[in-house]
C-alpha cells in the first residue's frame, strides 16, 4: 500500500515532466520533420511525416545558399567572443570576490547593470561608436559588442562561484609565495571550472542564436552569421519553408551537441553555487 500511495504521488510529477518534454521536443521533431521535405511536399499536408528523405537539402543550403560562409563566420565570431568572455570574466569576478578595495561596490555595480538594459536601448549607440571607430559591418565590431553585452552575465555567475571557495585555499597560497596572478590561473580557475563550463555554455548558446545586433551591424552578405542566412529563404513573394527548416537544423546542431556534451557539467556548476 505504502508503494502504491508513492507512485501515486509522483504520477502529477510524471506527467508534468512527459507534458513539458511534448511541449519542448515537439516543435524541434516537426522542424526537423519538414527539413527533410521539400516545399510542395508541406504545403500539401504540414504535419504528414517524409515519404522520401530528401537529405540533399543540407548539401543544398550549405554549397547553394552561403551556408557554410555563415557558419564559419558564426564559429569565429562565436568562439572568440566566448573565449574573450571566460577570460576576462573570471579575471573580473576573481578581483570582485576575492579583494575588498575601495570602490569595488562601484564597480560590481556598473557592471552588473549591463544585465538590466535591453539589446533595443543598445543598438543605437553601439551603432554609432562602431561606426565612429571604423569597426562597422566587420566581424572585429560582432565580437566586441558580443564580449560587451555579456560580460555581466559572466561576471555574475562566476562571481557567486569563485565567493564560495575557502579563504584558506588562497591564505596558503599567499604562504607558499604565489602572487595574484598565480593563484588565479592555479587555484581559482581549476577550482572553477564547473561554474566557467556554465558560462560557456550559456554564452554560446545565447550567442550563437543572436540576430538583433548581427542584423543591424553587418551589412555585408560575406560577413553575416548563420541566423542571418535563413533570410534568402524569405523573399518577397515566396517563402521556401523546406529549405528554412533544413536552415534552422543545420544552425540548431551545434547548440545541441554542445548541450549534449557538457549539460552535466553545466548543471553541476549551477547547483554548486554558481549562482549566489
Given at each position: 500500500m505504502r508503494l502504491w500511495l508513492n507512485h501515486l504521488r509522483r504520477t502529477p510529477l510524471v506527467l508534468f515532466l512527459i507534458l513539458y518534454t511534448i511541449l519542448a521536443g515537439g516543435p524541434?521533431?516537426?522542424?526537423?520533420?519538414?527539413?527533410?521535405?521539400?516545399?510542395?511536399?508541406?504545403?500539401?499536408?504540414?504535419?504528414?511525416?517524409?515519404?522520401?528523405?530528401?537529405w540533399e537539402k543540407f548539401a543544398n543550403a550549405w554549397t547553394n545558399s552561403n551556408y557554410g560562409t555563415y557558419f564559419w563566420n558564426s564559429l569565429i565570431v562565436v568562439v572568440t567572443a566566448v573565449a574573450?568572455?571566460?577570460?576576462?570574466?573570471?579575471?573580473a569576478a576573481h578581483c570582485l570576490a576575492r579583494y575588498r578595495f575601495r570602490g569595488s561596490r562601484l564597480v560590481r555595480f556598473v557592471i552588473l547593470s549591463g544585465m538590466i538594459l535591453p539589446p533595443q536601448l543598445l543598438i543605437l549607440s553601439l551603432f554609432?561608436?562602431?561606426?565612429?571607430?571604423?569597426?562597422?559591418?566587420?566581424?572585429?565590431?560582432?565580437?566586441?559588442v558580443y564580449v560587451a553585452t555579456?560580460?555581466?552575465m559572466t561576471v555574475y555567475i562566476l562571481e557567486g562561484f569563485f565567493a564560495q571557495l575557502p579563504q584558506d585555499l588562497f591564505d596558503a597560497a599567499r604562504m607558499d609565495g604565489y602572487g595574484d596572478f598565480e593563484i588565479f590561473w592555479r587555484i581559482t580557475l581549476p577550482?572553477?571550472?564547473?561554474?566557467?563550463?556554465?558560462?560557456?555554455?550559456l554564452n554560446?548558446?545565447?550567442?550563437?542564436n543572436e540576430y538583433l545586433y548581427a542584423v543591424v551591424l553587418l551589412t555585408d552578405d560575406e560577413k553575416r552569421t548563420l541566423p542571418l542566412g535563413i533570410m534568402h529563404f524569405m523573399g518577397g513573394h515566396q517563402l521556401d519553408v523546406g529549405m528554412i527548416a533544413t536552415g534552422l537544423i543545420i544552425a540548431i546542431a551545434p547548440v545541441i551537441l554542445l548541450y549534449a556534451l557538457f549539460s552535466e557539467t553545466m548543471i553541476k556548476g549551477m547547483t554548486a553555487g554558481a549562482v549566489r
Open positions: 524541434f521533431l516537426w522542424v526537423m520533420s519538414m527539413s527533410l521535405r521539400t516545399t510542395p511536399e508541406i504545403f500539401d499536408n504540414p504535419y504528414a511525416l517524409p515519404v522520401r528523405l530528401h574573450l568572455l571566460t577570460l576576462i570574466g573570471a579575471m554609432q561608436i562602431l561606426l565612429d571607430y571604423g569597426l562597422y559591418n566587420s566581424l572585429a565590431g560582432l565580437i566586441i555579456q560580460l555581466a577550482i572553477g571550472v564547473p561554474a566557467i563550463f556554465t558560462t560557456i555554455t554560446f548558446i545565447i550567442l550563437w
